[in-house]
């Protein structure tokens, strides 16, 4: 097997294309699927070696396999990460990255607004263990320094959030990580790795739900880790091994053919969020529209600081709540009702009765999860196809 080369000096979507590749003895073009749990040894001796690490090669897919490694090296060249461990969903490697870095005493502090499963992570599996946590507003950046105890070792946070697209500033969170002593966690989802890159702004460790934009076409689960090699070897790797959160290596394969062109597939659709998000700000039916690319958005001098690109989600509020959401989603034709997101098909969703139906509706508007607020993941279709679906089902309102 050859060509481990992580291509530093080449351009992100080349290394895309390219990094990470392991080719086999048949010199195949595309990255060969290695559908096996195990493999072989040459002797007992060789097969002692490679459990003590001292003889490179694969021993079982719980800890590692040809295609995932090809997809874990290829991600870990296009973030600009040490190391990449590739997870069978976004919340085994968000739980993993939490799991791996705190010890019964320990204390969280995470940004209030996050993912439904993610808070859970936090709010409630953590204390099972010994391990508190205080949730904070998150863009306020002294709430994070005023929550800080003795004890905290880990800092959490989603920017842009979902699905109400609060943007944090990763740098001013990460310097106060560093003051004490605590490590960053970044869950990237929204900003995708195109237009935000929390490793450079000061982060330890940036999480994905591979199952959104990189798979990009609503086929597989899978989650990514990426952090220094230490941070991997001392606080992670073991967790992975001896847990089995692995990523199959058929998703591993779908997930790194996907990544060859993740970045057209986010730019059309941040692109043409971009053309819609700006159209809906016209209308008069909805009291609000959130867009990390809009000027009115309430963190825009954050996000001019740190991100390179917008989303490919928009966030808005119909007047009349919940009744008028309904009444929007069910008009909608082409757009699909579906609680993904990153997909080349676009998907529409009402967090307040899916993603976020389990808290309570102080919880809820705490993070800004009103009833009429409505998800739009814009996908791959003609954008004026898509606004002429939402102009429609917008009259049904
Ligand atoms: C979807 C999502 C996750 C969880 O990913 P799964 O692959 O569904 O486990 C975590 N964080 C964010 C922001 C998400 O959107």
Redesign the pocket.
Known sequence: MTGQDKGASLHPETRLVHAGTLRSQFGETSEALFLTQGHVYDSAEQCEARFLNKDPGFQYARFSNPTVTMLEQRMAAFEGAEACRATA????A?TAAVMGLVRAGDHVVAAQAL?G??RYVVEEHLPRYGVASTLVNGPDIEAWRKAVRPNTKVFFL?SPS?PTLEVIDIAAVAAIAKEVGARLIV?N??ATPLFQRPLELGADIVVY????HIDGQGRC???LLLASEELIQTEIQTYLRQTGPAMSPFNAWVMLKALETLPLRVQRQAQSATIIADWLAGQEKLSKVIFPGHKDHPQAATIAKQMSGPSTLIAFEVAGGKDAAFRLLNAMKLIRISNN?GDAKSLIVHPATTTHQRFTPEVRASMGVTDGMIRLSIGLEHPDDLIADIRTALAAV
Do not use: I, Y
Request: proline letters at 0%; a negative charge; one cysteine or more.
């Open positions: 969903t976004g919340m085994a968000v993912f499963s993610c989603e979902n869950d989802v929204f739900s591979a199952t959104k689960l899978g989650g997101l």
